[in-house]
């Protein structure tokens, strides 16, 4: 394997730097760590959200402001994302305090179960992609002989059949609206090695992230509070959020919790006509697979049934595939909606599908980044054409995001240098995450009062605790739901961060609470234990 040759790296750096003029002659020696990547000059910890404000100015009264909570947009206020609500608030605050009085709290660090960030965590990134990142960005270093010896060659190779495909070879430039098209060449050859069934460019449009991609679907399918868009529940927040910002009405339909978090057609059936009935008019179908926050992998035939359902109500299916390579058991495995709607015969005149992926999840955990894509299929041109539209107002999406959705759809293949470590970075990260889903699974089903289905996939636990009506009486006389007196209480005596299961919805009389499987592995056996031990102390003190 190879190591990171920072040494040279650095010294390459620098030299390039010089012949720049960057840093001139008579620059002193100390700027020069200053003006170097911090990773090459220091590790000091920072922390990712503002610091709390400490100015002394006074602010000015709100009621001479001219936008106020009772003029702006209501949709926004009706909008609430719940991975980064008031729990995540609150352990930023408690961060902040440890960080100026360490030992301040029974705990010396916050261990931020909440979101699905893995390399906040600690996860490496894939060495192939941040090389290929790392001369698309910084091109001149390409014909540098010492680069032969920091970069594997087939990450050298890459970078230049990218670059070759970027306008003025630069990653700093303005793309096509819907990405870069050799990008969105390579990105459809993954789809078709992944499914078996061919995939054209033009139906991929490049976008930061996933999320986006969602945001401009409902902004297509959503006119009116009449437009409703079928979702589970438990629901990733991004989905009601974007239903609420763009006016229209989110129709829930329940997964069923004791067959495993099941998807039964019945259900959608039910939900479906009891809308209807209402007025609303049911746009779209949408399918978290693998699921979040509840981890159940979908069964082959189930989305057949799926399939069929949407193509019989006339329903655009918007399919989450964003978990697509997060699989842990081995009796599951990832099916695109795509592939199965085609084996069944069903081509573009027959269903409208819409399929969403991102570089942040996986095993490549590049949240940051920003980079995703959404195949759209089903679509009759001049609508496609009014897609490009809103694609355009956004001008283009960044440029290392669609790189890396490129990398991710095509990564290296047998013979090339890098394959060997890649293939040793992807099995050791999704091994890791496998064995870290399977012992907080066991952890927390023996605690008392508290179920959790497996973990298929994803990177999520989604257990039921059966709250003492002494807890629910105590959350009500805090004016707050009782998953989240729990996870609050969990957060002030652990440092252990995670959300409750109403911020994604849930049956009525339930609680839940979401918890990652990101922390890094040293870390489990520590959440276990706090974890373990405020269960016992929080039964006992409520127990009726």
């Known amino acids: 394997m190879r190591k990171f040759a920072s040494g040279r790296l650095r010294s390459l750096l620098i030299r390039s730097f010089q012949q720049k003029h960057i840093l001139r002659p008579h620059h002193p020696s100390s700027s020069l760590s200053s003006s170097l990547p911090r990773f090459l000059s220091s590790s ?52 902040e305090e440890l ?43 390409l014909d ?60 991929i449009f490049l976008t930061d992230g996933a999320s986006p991609a969602v945001h401009m679907m409902m902004q297509l399918l959503i006119s009116s509070e009449q437009d409703g868009i079928l979702c589970p529940i438990p629901q990733y927040p991004l989905y009601s959020a974007s239903i609420a910002l763009h006016g229209g009405t989110l129709v829930p339909y329940f997964l ?42 979908l069964a082959e035939d189930n989305q057949r049934q799926i399939v ?42 027959d269903i409208s599908l819409v399929s969403f992926q991102s570089v942040s999840k996986g095993y490549y955990g590049e949240c940051g980044k920003r980079g995703g894509y959404m195949e759209v299929t089903g679509i009759s041109p001049d609508v496609r054409e009014q897609i490009y539209k809103v694609a355009s107002v956004n001008l283009c ?66 257990p039921r605790i059966n709250l003492p009506q002494k807890a629910i009486k105590a959350a009500e006389a805090a004016n707050t739901a009782p998953d989240a007196f729990y996870c609050r209480r969990l957060l002030n005596a652990t440092g252990i961060v995670v959300v409750p299961g109403s911020g994604f919805g849930q049956v009525p009389g339930t609680w839940h609470f979401r918890c990652t499987i990101l922390p890094q592995e040293d870390k489990i056996p520590a959440i276990v234990t706090r974890l373990t031990d405020f269960h016992k102390s929080f039964m006992d003190e409520f127990r009726d």
Request: hydrophobic fraction near 35%.
């Open 44 to 95: 000091t910890p920072v922390l990712d959200f503002p610091p709390s404000s400490t100015s002394s100015m006074a602010e000015p009264s709100a009621s001479k402001l001219p936008v106020t909570l009772q003029n702006i947009n209501p949709k926004i206020l009706k909008c609430e994302y719940a991975v980064r609500g008031e729990i995540v608030t609150l352990a930023q605050r408690l961060q």
């Open 144 to 203: 540098k002989s010492e680069t032969q010896g920091l970069f594997s060659a087939d990450a050298i190779e890459r970078a230049w059949q990218i670059l070759d495909q970027i306008p003025g070879r630069a990653t700093g430039a303005y793309s096509h609206s819907q990405g870069i098209k050799g990008l969105r060449d390579t990105i459809a050859a993954g789809i078709e090695a992944r499914d078996g069934y061919p995939a054209d460019p033009n139906d």
């Open 397 to 462: 999406s960044n440029i290392s995001g669609q790189i890396l959705a490129s990398l991710v759809m095509s990564p290296p293949k047998v013979g090339d240098e890098s394959y060997e470590l890649y293939c040793a970075e992807k099995d050791g990260i999704l091994s890791s995450l496998a064995r870290r889903a399977k012992t907080l699974e066991d952890a927390l089903n023996n605690l008392e009062g508290v179920t959790c289905n497996r973990a298929e996939g994803a990177m999520y636990l989604f």
């Open 256 to 297: 069923d919790e004791a067959s495993g978090w099941g998807l039964e057609t019945s259900e959608l059936k039910k939900q479906l006509e009891d809308a209807r009935s209402k007025g609303i008019n049911p746009r779209a179908l949408v399918v978290i697979n693998p699921g979040n926050p509840t981890g159940q992998v």
């Open 308 to 349: 069929e359902f949407c193509k019989q109500e006339g329903l655009v299916l918007l399919a989450d595939e964003v978990y697509q390579e997060n699989v842990y058991v081995p009796d599951k495995e990832f099916h695109s909606f795509k592939k199965v709607s085609r084996s069944m015969g069903y081509g573009e005149k």
């Open 99 to 141: 960080l100026a009085n360490p030992g301040s709290h029974p705990f010396d660090e916050i261990l931020y179960c909440n979101i699905g960030n893995p390399q906040s965590l600690g996860q490496h990134p894939i060495t192939f992609f941040r090389e290929v990142l790392a001369l698309c960005d910084h091109p001149s270093i």
